[in-house]
């Protein structure tokens, strides 16, 4: 059972390019999310997606974009990477719904450098 | 969703108990109380939740006041593996855990 897993691991981007990074979870769980974390500091929120079909803002949306393929996979996408994006981020999928829910799974990042 | 206040930093003696304070003084009735923890930059791992009743796992107790404004997490055996991060955290009614700076917790051999 592998949980969320992440592609890729690593990556180093250029100023301006593009990348998607990918998350998928075999858990069956209704709401993903997408989190940054900058050094030294918590988990921002960045999209979540409630269950399939939809897709909602977190703290820090601008410059990135995602999409829920299905029910099992949630892209991130960098249109013009920034020095300031990066970071290290973090998928994560729950089946929560509401106030009660049950544990969130994290990813194990995506370690991220713009230069 | 309430905001949470927390240390941000402790130590903790392997072997003895580890006791994380955390506020939550705006919480309302329908939140709960979660707790998170993130070991050396990887992905963070849950260890507990509740409403308002003391809970207990095979990780950790957790304790809330009757007010519900506080609570402590209690790591009954401290090894050195549970050096991390840990993140209280007020879940509200969207899907969303909003995490804080959390506290740095220490347990030195």
């Known amino acids: 059972n592998a949980g969320v897993t992440q592609t890729p691991k690593f990556q180093v981007l250029k100023t301006g390019q593009s990348m998607t990074l990918q998350c998928a979870q075999d858990m069956n769980h209704n709401s993903m999310y997408w989190y940054r974390q900058d050094p030294g500091m918590g988990l921002r929120l960045i999209y979540y997606s409630a269950s399939e079909g939809t897709t909602d803002k977190g703290e820090v949306p601008n410059g990135y974009n995602v999409s829920r393929l299905n029910k099992r996979e949630f892209s991130l996408r960098l249109e013009s990477a920034a020095p300031s994006q990066t970071s290290v981020y973090f998928c994560?999928?729950?089946?929560?719904?509401?106030?009660?829910?049950?544990?969130?799974?994290f990813g194990q990042g995506t370690r991220l450098t713009v230069v | 969703d309430a905001k949470t206040t927390q240390p941000t930093s402790m130590d903790c003696a392997e072997g003895r108990a580890a006791n994380l304070p955390c506020n939550h003084s705006?919480?309302?009735?329908?939140?709960?109380v979660y707790w998170y923890r993130q070991i050396h930059s990887q992905g963070p791992q849950y260890i507990i939740h509740g409403l308002k009743n003391n809970e207990t796992n095979e990780m950790a107790s957790l304790i809330i006041t009757e007010d519900r404004k506080s609570s402590t997490l209690i790591l009954p055996h401290a090894t050195l593996r549970d050096t991390a991060v840990y993140y209280c955290i007020v879940k509200g009614h969207d899907y969303k855990l909003s995490f804080g700076a959390g506290t740095t917790v220490t347990v030195r051999a």
């Open positions: 994560a999928s729950s089946e929560s719904k509401g106030a009660k829910g049950t544990e969130a799974f």
């Open positions: 705006t919480i309302s009735g329908n939140e709960y």
